[in-house]
């Protein structure tokens, strides 16, 4: 039963960090048009989410935690609108370095991960439903 236990908390672990690169990623997108408000100065810069590995010392098992939330230090695009209030001396605004596409991948493997965990979750917990069944 302690590696059903586990099981849960291991999936429920991965749900919750993908939870929060689900976060970061919307947050992302609804910027993608945050663009500079001044000539000198810089739009949204994209966030992305790396993972650690922790181990849980009263069980044994290894979960996933968010590590760290970074900003990527890609160049920002460059859009042609010489009547923005943030253009530069070319007609230039620097706009965030945020590709809707990619985006949208990062969002569904992120979606699928917690689905997966998800079952795991459930399937763990019917298992352990039976096996309390059987023991009665």
């Known amino acids: 039963m302690d590696e059903l236990k586990n099981t849960q908390a291991i999936a429920l672990s991965g749900m919750k960090a993908q939870s ?31 993972f650690k590995t922790e181990l849980d ?14 900003t990527d230090k890609s160049e920002f695009q460059r859009r042609y609108d010489p009547k923005h209030p ?5 007609g230039y605004v620097l706009m965030p370095n945020v590709n809707p596409l990619i985006e949208m991948m990062d969002m569904r493997e992120a979606q ?6 998800l079952a795991v979750v459930s399937s763990s917990k019917q298992l352990l439903s039976r096996t309390v069944e059987m023991l009665k």
């Open 86 to 90: 943030a253009a530069d001396k070319d």
């Open 112 to 117: 699928r991960s917690y689905e997966a965990n």
């Open 20 to 50: 929060e690169r689900l976060r970061v990623i919307s947050q992302n997108l609804a910027n993608v048009d945050s663009a500079a408000q001044t000539p000198d100065s810089e739009p949204y810069r994209r966030k992305t989410v790396s």
């Open 57 to 70: 010392k009263t069980t044994g098992a290894a979960k996933v935690k968010v590590d760290k939330v970074r």
